[in-house]
């Protein structure tokens, strides 16, 4: 099979085409907006995580159907665009009735998780995190 090429928004009939390019595994979380599990990539055997909303959960003045092309474009650019200590996006998949984001899986405890594990946390390693968070979120809001 041909492999799939990276930043690709793919409108799909049904939720069961997902399956047809990866085997889903187990739930790794839940959010108010849907959950992530594990699956690999059929292809290739690369392991990814695929996070899954409803889209009847979509907030906000509109929907991305109505959004006109370069907006559209501007928002895919975004998404897809690669930013430091930010998770990457792969693929987009939308069918009338879920939003499908695969993304890179990030292996590891989770930031909380791990801050509680620490013995001791010391300003330097305090310093460091900080800074990778705030280097996130200036990226995501440039």
Request: aromatic share 6%.
């Amino acid at each position: 099979a041909a492999s799939p090429s990276r930043g690709r928004f793919i409108r799909i009939e049904n939720d069961t085409r997902l399956l047809e390019h990866y085997n889903i595994g187990a739930e790794i979380g839940k959010g108010a907006y849907g959950q992530v599990c594990q699956a690999v990539r059929k292809y290739d055997g690369q392991k990814m995580a695929i996070k899954s909303s409803e889209r009847r959960r979509e907030v906000g003045l509109r929907s991305f159907e109505d959004l006109d092309f370069v907006e559209r474009k501007r928002m895919l650019n975004w998404l897809f665009a690669e930013k430091p200590n930010i998770v990457i996006v792969h693929e987009a998949l939308a069918s009338p009735a879920s939003v499908h984001l695969v993304m890179e899986v990030l292996e590891g405890p989770s930031v909380s998780d791990w801050l509680t594990e620490q013995p001791k946390i010391t300003e330097t390693v305090v310093a460091r995190c900080v800074k990778q968070m705030l280097t996130a979120v200036r990226s995501i809001h440039l």
